[in-house]
C-alpha cells in the first residue's frame, strides 16, 4: 500500500524566462483517503487487511514542518505559537493509527521528532513508534543540476532543499515499525525504461527518489501490513524539457513495478542513518 502527501513537494528544477521560479507554499492540511496517482487509503487498506479495514485509521500530511535552516524546527517546537498549536490541534483532533508527515525537516537525532510526538501526546494523541531516514532532500550532489552556473542551491541537491534534511518525512505510529527496505539510493537513470534524459546534468548521480522511498512493516494488531511511504516532486515548475514531469511519473512507477514484483529495487540496502523510536 502506498503513502504519499496530499500535496507534492516543493520542487522547481530552474527558473528561466520560460519557467518563474517556484515562491509558493504548500498549504497544510490532513489527508486521509487519497493519496498521488489517485489511490484510494481505504482501498488499499481492505486490499490489505480483509474485514479489518474499519480497525485502522492511516492519514498523510504535508504539514507546514519544515523552517529555513537546521535546527530551527526544534527552536519553535520547544516553544510553540499559534501555527504549531493549530496543526497539533488538527493532528489530535483526527488521531490517525498512523500518520505520513511530508515537508518535516530531519535532525540526525530526530530531537524535532521527539519533541513534536510529546505536543501530540500532551494532547492526546501518542505516537510511541516513529521512523525518519535522512531524505535525499537537500543532499549536495556537488554538481550544477539547475544550469544557473552556481553550485549549492537549493535545486543542485539531490531533492530541492537549502539545507540537509530540509522537508523531509517522518511516519508516526501507534505500532511498531520496521523498515524493511530503503530504496531512495537508486539512481533515476537505473529504474527499468528510466525517463532521464541521456544528456541530463545529473545522468551518473541523480537519484530517482526526490524525498525517499520506504518500504516499512506495520505490526498491526490484526497481523502485520506493508507500508510504501514516500513524497514525489510536482510535475510542474519547470519548462518544456519536463524533468519534474518525467521524474514525479517515474518516482510513481516505481511503486507500480515493485507492487507488480517487476523491480525488486536493484539491491540498494537500507541506509541505517535515520531514527527509528519505540
Known sequence: ??????????????????????????????????????LSLLLALLLALPGHAADLTLATWHA????????????????????????????????????LLTHVDFDAGGAA?????ALLAEGGAAYPHRLAL???????????????GRLGGARDAQGYGRFAGQG?????????????????????????QSRIAADDPGHDLQRLSSTGHWVVTLDAPEGPLTLLAFAATPPVFD???DRN??????????????????????????????????
Not at 66 to 90: I, K, N
Not at 113 to 117: F, P, R, W
Open 239 to 241: 519548462g518544456p524539457e
Open 64 to 99: 507546514d514542518l519544515s523552517r529555513d535552516g537546521p535546527g530551527l524546527l526544534l527552536r519553535d517546537l520547544q516553544e510553540p505559537g499559534p501555527d504549531l498549536q493549530a496543526l497539533v490541534a488538527q493532528v489530535t483532533e483526527a488521531a490517525p493509527d498512523v500518520l
Open 168 to 192: 523531509g518525512m517522518a511516519l508516526l505510529s501507534r505500532w511498531p515499525l520496521t523498515v524493511a527496505r530503503d530504496l531512495s539510493e537508486l539512481l533515476w537513470r537505473d529504474l527499468p
Open 1 to 38: 500500500m502506498g503513502l504519499s502527501s496530499c500535496q507534492p513537494d516543493h520542487a522547481g528544477h530552474r527558473a528561466d524566462a520560460h519557467r518563474p521560479a517556484d515562491r509558493r507554499k504548500t498549504p497544510s492540511r490532513l489527508c486521509a483517503g487519497a493519496v498521488a496517482g489517485g
Open 245 to 278: 514531469g518525467r521524474r514525479n511519473a517515474d518516482e510513481l512507477r516505481l511503486w507500480s513495478l515493485w507492487m507488480e514484483g517487476g523491480f525488486d529495487g536493484g539491491g540498494g540496502a537500507f541506509r541505517a542513518d535515520g531514527q527509528c523510536q519505540s
Open 134 to 148: 535522512l531524505p535525499n532532500t537537500g543532499m549536495a550532489t556537488g554538481r550544477d543540476l539547475d544550469g544557473d
Open 113 to 117: 521528532l521527539s519533541a513534536l510526538a
